[in-house]
Nanobody
Framework: QLQLVESGGGLVQPGGSLRLSCVVS????????IGWFRQAPGKEREGVSC????????NYADSVKGRFTISRDIAKNTVYLQMNSLKPEDTADYYC????????????????WGQGTQVTVSS
């Protein structure tokens, strides 16, 4: 079983930057990919980015390509989401999640989830 804790959210002006962190703890015999999802009130949960278990492969939603960068520090069991050039439409609760089945934009593939961290982009 794994536990995930997100941090780094907050209030930022349009055009600003934030870096989210996701710390994973617990024991598993298997490697896992980690994805970032976000959900705004009244909207469906949206896949934002994902990184493979090795860190060699990444993917991004079209809406964040060129602005967000996902990375992981395997030794620290931590995944990061660097968010630059933030827009008001990026406002949402952001969640990280693990999957043993490889990256996917479908939230149903992911087994363990963090509690979320809130990101607000506003003037």
């Amino acid at each position: 079983q794994l536990q995930l804790v997100e941090s780094g959210g907050g209030l930022v002006q349009p055009g600003g930057s934030l870096r989210l962190s996701c710390v994973v703890s617990g024991f598993t015999r298997d490697s896992y990919a980690i994805g970032w999802f976000r959900q705004a009130p009244g909207k469906e949960r949206e896949g934002v980015s994902c990184i493979s278990s090795s860190g060699d492969s990444t993917n991004y939603a079209d809406s964040v390509k060129g602005r967000f960068t996902i990375s992981r520090d395997i030794a620290k069991n931590t995944v990061y989401l660097q968010m630059n050039s933030l827009k008001p439409e990026d406002t949402a609760d952001y969640y990280c999640a693990t999957t043993y089945r490889g990256c996917s934009s479908w939230s149903g593939r992911y087994e363990y989830w963090g509690q979320g961290t809130q990101v607000t982009v506003s003037s």
